[in-house]
């Protein structure tokens, strides 16, 4: 999550998560991912915020007032991956083959850094030493690249390096902050979040690894995910009226171009951020987060939940409980949801068994059939 600078003070929470469509400053006070940061949940000129019984802890029930098709479940079958006592483990992402964790850390130092584990192992390596801030690593298609975000050069820009610790490349070095990258399913590709120096809002593109001048605009929003399976990238997207909180999109890749720009989850209650596609692309999981105002004025997150959408039959099942803040949610080769949860002082890498409902899945199917399947009409972005 990017937050600007308010009265010459500058903080910053989650980028990982992803929750207020303002600027992100070039360099951060903090890197810290407590929730207590968080300042917004919607785009920049909000809405009042709400107040009262909608917001109160627990209440961030998903999404569609007009379509119910949701279950609730209790939670079972969790584990725990992280065991850090102090400090926050954040922004996981799993390897193609689900045997490493990879994730973001400050359980060494104040400012974060990117290590490895493996998923059912306790031996941490560390991936990256700097001073400054390194988040939202992602493994490439074939496990050997990682991609994240570092102000190691003054501003946020997206790097690479080996999965062995050799090899970092910068891939980005413009005067506009870029962050949160993820690779194309033939691992040729980046989409990636830039700030717009002229259209003032975060913006998605794309750039070839082999050539990184070679850039291609997609869409207005924040936090891409490309598809394993097709040319789809999901994101979010602030809405342009009423509360303006955070809802999911998808966009269709082609010819290299956005198409059928489509809003997949959406809440009146709730802002739905950063989505991640399941290993067969059938379906996306995303963190539905609740706030309400704190006595200094700023906004406080109350209710952090994980929900999977599937993009057939519009099925929204919430995955987590609710008795725990859980957020950065991202799916395993293995069936699994791993996510951040807080409690106390620490943030931890857990996860949980995905209550996909299969029998209603159907065959695996192209993407523009996905898209034609999804229930929300697809509605045109930007220009």
């Given at each position: 999550?990017?937050?600007r600078?308010?009265?010459?003070?500058?903080?910053?929470a989650f980028?990982?998560?992803?929750?207020?469509?303002?600027?992100?400053?070039?360099?951060?006070?903090s890197?810290?991912?407590?929730?207590?940061?968080?300042?917004a949940?919607?785009?920049v000129?909000?809405?009042?915020p709400l107040?009262?019984a909608?917001?109160a802890?627990?209440?961030?029930?998903?999404?569609?007032?007009?379509?119910?098709r949701?279950?609730?479940?209790?939670?079972?079958?969790?584990?725990?991956?992280?065991?850090?006592?102090?400090?926050?483990?954040?922004?996981?992402?799993?390897?193609?083959?689900?045997?490493?964790?990879?994730?973001?850390?400050?359980?060494?130092?104040?400012?974060?850094?990117?290590?490895?584990?493996?998923?059912?192992?306790?031996?941490?390596?560390?991936?990256?030493?700097?001073?400054?801030?390194?988040i939202?690593?992602?493994?490439?298609?074939?496990g050997?690249?990682?991609?994240?975000?570092?102000?190691?050069?003054g501003?946020?820009?997206?790097?690479m390096?080996?999965?062995?610790?050799?090899?970092l490349?910068?891939?980005?070095?413009?005067?506009?902050?870029e962050?949160?990258?993820?690779?194309?399913?033939?691992?040729?590709?980046?989409?990636?979040?830039?700030?717009?120096?002229?259209?003032a809002?975060?913006?998605?593109?794309?750039?070839?690894?082999?050539?990184?001048?070679?850039?291609?605009?997609?869409?207005?929003?924040?936090?891409?995910?490309?598809?394993?399976v097709?040319?789809?990238?999901?994101?979010?997207?602030?809405?342009?009226?009423g509360?303006r909180?955070?809802?999911?999109?998808?966009?269709?890749?082609?010819?290299?171009?956005?198409?059928?720009?489509?809003?997949?989850?959406?809440?009146?209650l709730?802002?739905?951020?950063?989505?991640?596609?399941s290993?067969?692309g059938?379906a996306?999981?995303?963190c539905?987060l609740?706030?309400a105002?704190?006595?200094?004025?700023?906004q406080?997150v109350?209710?952090?939940?994980?929900?999977?959408?599937?993009?057939?039959?519009?099925?929204?099942?919430?995955?987590?409980?609710?008795?725990a803040?859980?957020?950065?949610?991202?799916?395993?080769s293995?069936?699994?949801?791993?996510?951040?949860?807080s409690?106390?002082?620490?943030?931890?890498?857990?996860?949980l068994?995905?209550?996909?409902r299969?029998?209603l899945?159907?065959?695996?199917?192209?993407?523009?059939?996905?898209?034609?399947?999804?229930?929300?009409?697809?509605?045109r972005?930007?220009?």
């Amino acid at each position: 999550m990017a937050i600007r600078s308010v009265g010459g003070t500058i903080a910053m929470a989650f980028v990982c998560v992803g929750i207020c469509a303002c600027r992100m400053p070039a360099q951060s006070a903090s890197a810290s991912s407590h929730l207590g940061d968080w300042t917004a949940l919607r785009s920049v000129n909000p809405a009042p915020p709400l107040v009262g019984a909608n917001v109160a802890a627990g209440s961030a029930v998903h999404p569609s007032v007009v379509d119910q098709r949701f279950e609730n479940r209790v939670l079972t079958n969790k584990a725990q991956h992280t065991f850090t006592a102090r400090g926050r483990d954040f922004d996981p992402d799993l390897h193609p083959d689900g045997s490493t964790l990879l994730f973001a850390s400050t359980r060494n130092s104040t400012r974060p850094d990117i290590f490895l584990k493996r998923t059912e192992g306790y031996a941490i390596t560390q991936l990256t030493s700097d001073p400054a801030d390194d988040i939202q690593p992602r493994f490439s298609p074939d496990g050997e690249n990682v991609v994240f975000s570092s102000n190691r050069s003054g501003n946020w820009d997206i790097w690479m390096i080996r999965a062995d610790g050799t090899g970092l490349v910068q891939l980005t070095s413009g005067p506009n902050d870029e962050i949160a990258p993820c690779f194309s399913p033939d691992g040729m590709y980046i989409a990636y979040t830039s700030w717009g120096g002229r259209s003032a809002q975060w913006e998605i593109w794309t750039l070839s690894i082999g050539n990184p001048g070679m850039r291609t605009f997609l869409a207005y929003g924040l936090f891409p995910d490309w598809s394993p399976v097709g040319a789809r990238i999901a994101f979010q997207r602030a809405r342009q009226r009423g509360s303006r909180w955070f809802s999911v999109w998808s966009v269709e890749l082609v010819d290299g171009d956005a198409r059928r720009p489509t809003e997949i989850a959406h809440s009146d209650l709730s802002a739905c951020v950063a989505p991640r596609f399941s290993p067969d692309g059938r379906a996306i999981v995303y963190c539905a987060l609740t706030s309400a105002t704190a006595p200094d004025g700023r906004q406080a997150v109350v209710a952090a939940d994980v929900w999977t959408v599937d993009l057939k039959t519009g099925l929204r099942l919430k995955q987590t409980d609710g008795a725990a803040i859980a957020f950065n949610p991202v799916w395993g080769s293995n069936g699994r949801i791993y996510y951040v949860a807080s409690r106390g002082d620490a943030e931890n890498i857990w996860s949980l068994a995905s209550n996909r409902r299969d029998d209603l899945l159907g065959p695996t199917q192209d993407t523009a059939a996905v898209s034609r399947a999804v229930i929300n009409r697809p509605v045109r972005i930007g220009n």
